[in-house]
């Protein structure tokens, strides 16, 4: 039974041909998110030559701020953020940034993406756990299309954004850190209803957004809190006692507002 015989010959060689090429796979960058990459960078103003290592002839793993996953060579994390010295990045963010599927890190903080609004088409970057967008120019409304960034554990959107509503961070039920210090909120009333309900949220920084209303809460859903920064807002009314039961609360700031009577005591709670 010839056929037989070379079946096990054809399948051994077909293994080890496809464990030499994902072996050379885990070492190189992937062609198609080589390209993406390379589109991403004709269409930026970088005028302190940060991306001067993105060159068509070299390993894209090897760029500066790309790194791979080591066993799969997928891009992962893309770290641009502006350099202290020099002006940063700008002009715009090409859609062919989508093709990276596993991406998991995004920073482009402290950039000059100067009164532009961040790309909806972000919300379409699902791998993304980690997206840091702060100080990076960026104005406007911030998009509801990050509600569908669901794997997302941490969201630092600090800036001068404005924000019409709150209910897109419903979908992001991961989510464990929350900056969103000097972002307007004063449109919007329900702010605490929508964050009380994220399950796993430790860090919550809400410095300077024009809150003027702190309601009260019948359940703490986010009883994990750990960090919680109100300063600087236009409370006017009593610490609500719900502050006082988050028991796993270590850093608490409440300055810099008008809030009136007596700090509810210890034995009470
Ligand atoms: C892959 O990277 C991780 C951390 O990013 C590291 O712990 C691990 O040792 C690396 N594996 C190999 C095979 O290089
Ligand atoms: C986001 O970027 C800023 C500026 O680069 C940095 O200070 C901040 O710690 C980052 N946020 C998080 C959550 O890593
Ligand atoms: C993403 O979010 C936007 C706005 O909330 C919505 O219109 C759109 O359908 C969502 N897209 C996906 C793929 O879920
Ligand atoms: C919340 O955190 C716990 C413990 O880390 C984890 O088991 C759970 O899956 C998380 N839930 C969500 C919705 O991320
Ligand atoms: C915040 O937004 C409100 C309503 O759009 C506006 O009246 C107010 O001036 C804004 N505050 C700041 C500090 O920009
Ligand atoms: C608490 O979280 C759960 C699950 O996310 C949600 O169904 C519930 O409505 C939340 N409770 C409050 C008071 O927001
Ligand atoms: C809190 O509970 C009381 C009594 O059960 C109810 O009347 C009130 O509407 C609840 N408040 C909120 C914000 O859910």
């Given at each position: 039974m010839k056929a037989s015989n070379r079946a096990p010959a054809a399948l051994l060689f077909v293994l080890t041909f496809t464990a030499s090429i994902s072996l050379i796979n885990s070492a190189l960058c992937r062609e198609r998110e080589r390209q993406a990459l390379l589109s991403v960078k004709q269409a930026l103003d970088d005028p302190s030559n940060f991306l001067s290592s993105w060159d068509a002839a070299v390993d894209c793993c090897e760029w500066d701020g790309v790194l791979c996953n080591n066993l799969t060579g997928h891009v992962s994390e893309l770290h641009l953020q502006s350099p202290d010295s020099g002006p940063g990045l700008g002009g715009k963010i090409d859609t062919s940034l989508l093709s990276l599927k596993h991406l998991r890190f995004l920073d482009l903080s402290q950039n000059d993406f100067t009164g532009t609004q961040i790309p909806g088409f972000f919300g379409s970057l699902v791998s993304l756990e980690y997206l840091n967008l702060s100080y990076a120019g960026f104005r406007g409304i911030i998009p509801h299309h990050l509600g569908n960034l669901s794997n997302l554990h941490t969201l630092d959107l600090s800036g001068s954004l404005a924000v019409d509503?709150?209910?897109?961070?419903?979908?992001?039920?991961?989510?464990?850190f929350l900056n969103s210090n000097y972002a307007n909120l004063s449109k919007v009333p329900n702010w605490l209803q929508v964050v009380n309900k994220l399950p796993n949220l430790t860090e919550l920084h809400l410095s300077s957004c024009g809150l003027d209303h702190i309601a009260p809460l019948n359940n703490t859903n986010f009883s994990s809190l750990a960090v919680l920064d109100l300063s600087s807002n236009e409370f006017q009314s009593l610490?609500?006692?719900?502050i006082f039961s988050l028991t796993n609360l270590v850093s608490l700031q409440l300055q810099r507002n008008n809030f009136e009577g007596p700090i509810p005591s210890a034995e009470k709670t």
């Open positions: 509503s709150l209910e897109w961070l419903s979908g992001l039920s991961h989510l464990e610490v609500p006692n719900w």
